[in-house]
């Protein structure tokens, strides 16, 4: 017989299922939303549940300062964050033999103005294995476990230290967080 502690019974009643979104929603409202500050493709492409389409910002406008949020009218806590990103214009400016660098940041908010630093990657070296000279896929994973505030709005902040932001996708970002009761 397994035992489960009250604090894990209450996760698992509260735990949350990111939407599939057919549009990016409206901040303050009563459903889940996305934005992002750049763009050529919408951002709900990146939370549609088709890995065939993607949140794509726009050439080089947003080096460093590219910001990606979602609201979610209930305030979650969230622990894990995983996505996919490519790159289809790698060339030398984005990937040197199937490596970049890249530093994200997570911040809270509860009024959507003022945010809170939750989590930053630092500056960290990614590699591809399947790197075919023009294309890089790479999977991403940002634990967030100590994490204990909940939080209406979550904005991720991108800094790159190998790359420009030619054509760099966010793929189905995964939303892994409990709903506050």
């Avoid at 199937?98 to 530093?103: A, D, E, N, Q, T």
């Avoid at 994200?104 to 989590?119: L, Q």
């Amino acid at each position: 017989m397994e035992v489960f502690s009250k604090e894990l019974l209450m996760q698992k009643k509260n735990a949350w299922i990111r939407p599939n979104l057919t549009s990016i929603g409206t901040f303050g409202e009563n459903d889940f939303g996305v934005y992002g500050n750049s763009s050529y493709g919408n951002a709900y492409k990146a939370v549609d549940g088709n890995l065939n389409t993607a949140w794509v910002p726009q050439y080089q406008k947003y080096q460093n300062g590219l910001e990606y949020t979602f609201y979610n009218p209930i305030p979650l806590k969230v622990t894990e964050l995983s996505f996919k990103t490519e790159d289809v214009s790698v060339g030398t400016n984005i990937l040197i033999n199937g490596v970049f660098y890249i530093s994200i940041v997570v911040a809270g908010s509860n009024d959507g103005n003022n945010y809170t630093n939750i989590k930053s990657t630092g500056y960290q070296l990614y590699t591809n294995s399947s790197y075919s000279g023009y294309t890089g896929n790479f999977d991403m994973v940002i634990d967030m476990s100590d994490n204990n505030a909940f939080y209406k709005y979550y904005k991720l902040y991108y800094e790159l230290g190998s790359a420009r932001m030619d054509l760099y996708m966010l793929k189905e970002l995964e939303i892994t967080a409990t709903e506050q009761s």
